[in-house]
């Protein structure tokens, strides 16, 4: 049973670029969860999906930012028009169901020049 | 407002020396969780300790919580190289209890 499984592992984009980060969670799990950190920092929450719905933003950059989860293929993280303050690292983790383990990807690490 | 922050920052300590690493919290909590994360790595998870229960052990691991005083102590016995990580403590709360409110993390080095 693979673990959740995230691309690109490194990421370099030039300022006003896009840049999509993809998660596959692990089988049979149908809770995503993103979590940025910065360097020398924790995690922060960004967004909460099951299959096709986000079930809590709050974490989320109001613009440029948007998440989805659908019915096939991984969860997709795009950043629109990327920012020097994006460079970071991106966390995807995965769950079977609320209150359970989360199962956390290797990351995405996002390099903005 | 920061939910978890551990405490040290940074530890160092000889290898065998047991290492304890503590982390308090502001809200009423579903559950914590710690995990640990190798420099430039993900987070593994290592243990889960419910806001009913107040110790919980897993091999060389050791968690305690005391909601009274919202916090919670990770300690590692006997401590090898391997263990140097970071370690970060995670709360569940119970409104939005979907999404995890992590720490800062605590440094910890093991000397050999």
């Known amino acids: 049973n693979a673990g959740v499984m995230q691309n690109p592992r490194h990421l370099v984009r030039r300022r006003g670029q896009e840049a999509r980060l993809r998660c596959s969670p692990m089988k049979g799990h149908s809770h995503v969860y993103w979590y940025r950190q910065l360097p020398e920092e924790g995690l922060k929450f960004m967004v909460y999906?099951?299959?096709?719905?986000?079930?809590?933003e709050s974490g989320m950059p109001k613009e440029r930012f948007s998440a989805e989860f659908p019915k096939e293929g991984p969860s997709i993280l795009r950043i629109q028009q990327v920012v020097r303050g994006d460079s970071a690292a991106y966390f995807c983790a995965s769950s079977p169901s609320e209150l359970s383990i989360q199962y956390f990807g290797a990351g995405t690490r996002l390099s903005v020049l | 407002s920061q939910q978890g922050e551990e405490d040290p920052q940074a530890l160092s300590i000889q290898e065998g020396e047991n290492a304890t690493m503590n982390c308090s919290y502001k809200t009423s909590i579903n559950n914590l969780q710690w995990y640990r994360q190798n420099s430039g790595r993900g987070l593994v998870h290592l243990i889960l300790i419910r806001s009913n229960e107040r110790e919980k052990h897993s091999g060389r691991l050791r968690v305690t919580l005391d909601t009274s005083k919202k916090s919670s102590s990770l300690l590692i016995t006997a401590s090898r190289a391997a263990d140097t990580a970071s370690y970060f403590c995670a709360t569940a709360i119970i409104q939005g209890a979907q999404k995890l409110v992590f720490g800062q993390g605590t440094r910890l080095t093991i000397n050999p």
């Open positions: 999906l099951q299959k096709e719905n986000i079930i809590d």
